[in-house]
Each structure stands twice: as C-alpha cells, then as structure tokens.
C-alpha cells in the first residue's frame, strides 16, 4: 500500500495473490501517490483492483500480469499514467 503522497516508488518483480488491492495508492486525492513505476508484478485474485491508482498522476504501469481480479487497474481520476504491455485476464467486472 502507498498512501499519503508515497511518491517516484518502484514496485517491481512482486507476486501478490489474494488481497483486496494487489497495489494500492490510495483513493482520495489527498493520499494518492505519483510518479512511481510498477512493472512486471504477477498479481491474481484480488478482491477489488489488481492496482488502484485512484487521483494519481504520472504513473507508469508497463509488463504486469493480472489474473481473476474484479477489476485489472483502477485508475480513476488518474491523469498522465502509461498503461502499457500489460496483461489482463479473467478480470470479474471490467480489465481496466
């Protein structure tokens, strides 16, 4: 979890199974986290989101697996993310 401006982070080479976010960066606009990387990451069976990256800015999320979340990446209000070379399957409401 990155909360409260966790900012220029790199999250990569995880396998993260079975929580309720894979990665979380919070959901208000207060404690979203920007400008970090998170690539090649296995994530699977998330209860909510593969990652949520709700009013962040400049993410770029690039090689990620995703399997049998509800949704692969949550990016609400999110404004200048790379989503890139990602794969989303089996997603339960919607990939991205």
């Known amino acids: 979890m990155l909360t409260q401006q966790s ?3 790199q999250i990569n080479w995880n ?7 894979g990665i979380y960066q919070g959901n208000t606009p207060q404690s979203a986290s920007n400008d970090n990387e998170m690539a090649y990451n296995i994530i699977s069976k998330s209860i909510a989101n ?4 709700t009013f962040s800015f400049r993410n770029y999320i690039h090689h990620n697996s995703f399997a049998d979340d509800n949704y692969g990446a949550w990016l609400g209000y999110a404004q200048n993310v ?5 794969v989303v399957r089996g997603a339960r409401v919607n990939s991205v």
């Open 15 to 21: 396998i993260l199974t079975a929580n309720g976010d």
């Open 82 to 86: 790379r989503f890139e070379y990602n």
């Open 7 to 9: 900012d220029r982070n």
């Open 50 to 53: 593969g990652i949520e990256a």
